[in-house]
């Protein structure tokens, strides 16, 4: 800060009482100023009139009060509020600040030399931001004032806070948002409004529902039949194996246990896995009577999966259970719920609670996004700075001991946004799924959204390279230091991506990859697929002198590269005998004569613009495909277009339960009937190209991205019950819907 700067702040002091004008050390000035100084965050107009250089924006504003009195001795030097926003800033207007864009959503506001600030005064912020702000929960919490020679520190009024009443967390320095004219749609032709109290019963009471039955098994069983005779299962059971060991079923029969049905008892409870059943894969026959239960199942899956299904119905008809005859099997192999804790971090023990919720509504893959351009949460012994550096978000310029924060993460490093998954942790989740009947599939988010691994390794670099060590500090570096390529990622870095044309960069591929297989054998679940994330890779490379031959092979065309990474880690990974999974728009552009067979695609184009495109491209190409369409699957959209409803709204104003119990798998165009455009318009889905005949899906996966989530509480409420939804589509058809593609495999 220059010299006007300190002018500033020392004519803040004048007015003040002679003992609040005490000489304090400067790290206790800082502090005291970052707990008095007022803050407050308002989304004015969703459709403003937009400064020249972005042509789509609104307008929101920071409010910021200075405190009557504070002590001398905040430092003179350096003195800068930062914070975190989600879109880029093509403008700000303000009379004390000018704006420094760090990286990614890291904002600085530097104070105007010159400026004179008074007491008890107060300064709007306007912020031009590009895109739409339609949420109380977009604004980032933790904003920050940092000074030369001192720690950073948070100010107090931008921090958030826990709801006593909800458990959920809340933003108390956001403004309420009740202009729905100017806050609700984008303008023009957007028809989306607030889902209001009254707008809500008019919308359900115009829904139906099937009859109720006495069967309230989740998902819906094939079939179900209740009989004559009561079963008490006060009581306990007896129970029996054969074709599996006990370990196969503990944690199901822990399970029943906790709805009071315990081991031990009298009434028999035998359990048998029959291959040569007519069973196909984790299907089962349950049978309740009174004389006793029997449970024959294709596999152990099928075992556990009948024991949840007599454990809910246990539940529900408590002292006597009616007797019950389940024929059931899955509709999809895949049924997978996909986890977000690199943005921002969650850990083991919510994972675990996780896994629990996933058995008891039979899904069978847990899709762990373990690296991100925000953090890396996954320790890799060979190399422990990546969890080290890049599992932690704090103020440190030079990023050689954290990451710079994002997304609110503030200056210090102790938010339970930070942390990592040691590798004990790690093989404590897979047994547990495993045990569970559920198939962990690690995700590390290459070649884009690599930031905390760039990072990272940048800081390895450094320090080897200091002591002199300079092989081993290029062994695993990331980036061509002679890459004068600028670019823009989606999440606004311009550093976040791999360098594929450095052999450095595959080294740490199958370092990583490697270190992974191994915590899945020391679980005793050999690592069956491999998820390298394969989106969003903005214009890298073009410049690097390491890319200038690959750039070359290729016509000249830098954007090739990616599909080359890809192609080349597949069959890396391939070697080792595990399979490669990714996103579509990235495994898309792939040569499928240079792809394994084996390949699985997650297909995240929106419904009404991409997802049957990529959707049915790549099941033409032979892999499986798992449908994970954003306007269905992404749970951190919010639940309905409304202020008080969190969550990003890129692909959705709304994904409410009803709309994804209702949801069409097998016939994509005909979900235009219950799912709008995300300009709350009704439209048609076209249906191309052709998907050619006997193509099927693999399964349905749920996705919940962490970017506005930082507590487990809001984890758990974004998740349910639209989870529960999506299990039953994944696991049984709808009677009402109408199949236009042919199933995985039928049922029994």
Known sequence: MRKAGWALLSAMMVAAPAAARTEVPAQTALDTLADSLGYRFEVVDNQPTCPSQSPACFLSTITLTVPQALPAGVPEKGLSLYFSFPTQLPMIESDIFDLEFVNGDLQRLKLKPGVVLKPG???????????????????????????????????????AKIDPETGLEVLPFVAPMTNEAKLANKGGSDKTVWLTAERAFDLQAGRTAPAATGVVILPKPVLAVQGAGTVDLRGGVAVTLAGLNQEAVAPALAALARVGVKEGGKLPLSIRVDSAAKLTAEGYVLDVKPSGITVTAADAAGASHALRSLAQQAAFEKSGMKALRVEDAPRYGFRG????????????????????????????????????????????????????????????????TCLLPQLGAGPDGTSDVNGYLTTGDYVTIVKEAAARGIEVIPS????????????????????????????????????????????RSVQHYDDNTLNVCLPSTYRFMDTVVDALADMHRQAGVPLKTFHLGADETAGAWVKSPACAAMIAENGGDATKLTSRFIEKVTANVAAKGIRTGGWSDGMGHTDPAKMPKDVQTNIWGVLHSGAIREAHDQLNRGWNVVLSIPDLGYFDMPYAPHPDEGGYDWASRGVDPYQVFGFMPDNLPANAATIRNIQAQERSIEDKPVREEGRAISGLQAQLWSETIRTDANVEYMLFPRLLALAERAWSPATWAHRSYPAEGEYL
Request: glycine share 8%.
């Open 121 to 159: 005064s107060t300064h709007v912020v306007k912020l031009w931001g590009t895109g739409k702000f339609f949420s109380k929960a977009f604004p980032m919490p933790n904003a920050y004032l940092t000074a030369d020679g001192v720690k950073a520190r948070t100010i107090a009024a931008s921090r």
């Open 337 to 400: 719920l996909h986890l977000d804790v690199g943005r921002n971090f969650h850990d083991r023990n919510e994972i675990l609670k996780l896994v629990d919720a996933m058995a008891a509504f039979k899904l069978n893959k847990l899709h762990l996004h373990l690296a991100e351009g925000g953090g890396w949460r996954i320790e890799i012994p060979a190399l422990p700075g990546l969890a080290q550096v890049g599992g932690k978000r704090c103020h440190d310029p030079e990023e050689n």
């Open 444 to 487: 590390i988010d290459t070649p884009g959204h690599s930031r905390a691994a760039v990072t990272a390794m940048e800081a390895r670099y450094r320090r080897l390279a200091a002591e002199g060590k300079q092989a081993e500090a290029e062994a695993y570096r990331l980036t061509d230091p002679a890459d004068t390529t600028g670019y």
